[in-house]
């Protein structure tokens, strides 16, 4: 097997996106991570912090490459030279907008597939989302996010008047 593209926003990368990552980078002569710039969801971190971030975390597993992108997704891939997409599916409320896009991703560019990893258990409910919130609102987020993410959330949330 050749190469694969893990897409997401990852604002920020949790430690269930960098399960998937391992997981993906085994199965994989290649993994790209691309980081979705969507300046339309107004994302706590500018994408090059993200890809900053994501690099650092990855830095272990030689096989993967953090690249950003923007505009279509299967345009990027095809760009890239992978021929799968990989996503992870934790909840079942998942399951809907990933089958859509899935089918959608797979019409555009034939013989693009997606296949998906299952969460593991301890990050069933863990998402970028409630990591931000929680820091937001001063909790200790240390437990779903690798160290590196967790010194930048908190510089920025600092710098936001926020602590956590
Ligand atoms: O981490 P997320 O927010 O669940 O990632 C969603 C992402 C970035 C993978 C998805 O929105 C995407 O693929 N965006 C790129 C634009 C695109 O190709 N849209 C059509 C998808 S069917």
């Known amino acids: 097997m050749a190469t694969a593209i893990y897409p997401g926003t990852f604002d920020p990368p949790t430690k269930g996106h960098l399960d998937i990552i391992e997981r993906g980078a085994r199965l994989f002569e290649t993994l790209i991570v691309a980081v979705a710039e969507r300046p339309e969801k107004e994302p706590l971190f500018p994408v090059r912090e993200r890809v900053a971030m994501l690099r650092e975390v990855c830095k272990g597993i030689k096989n993967v490459r953090v690249v950003p992108f923007r505009g279509l997704l299967v345009r990027f891939a095809s760009q ?72 930048r959330l908190a510089a920025k949330l600092k710098g936001r008047g926020r602590s956590q």
Request: proline content about 4%; aromatic content about 6%.
């Open 80 to 151: 890239q030279g992978a021929d799968t997409i990989i996503k992870g599916l934790r909840a079942v409320s998942d399951f809907e907008s990933e089958l859509q896009m899935a089918l959608m991703n797979r019409t555009l560019v034939d013989g693009l597939d997606t296949l998906f990893l299952m969460t593991r258990a301890d990050y069933l409910y863990l998402s970028s989302s409630i990591v931000k919130e929680v820091a937001g609102l001063g909790g200790n987020v240390t437990p779903y996010v690798p160290p590196a993410v967790a010194k």
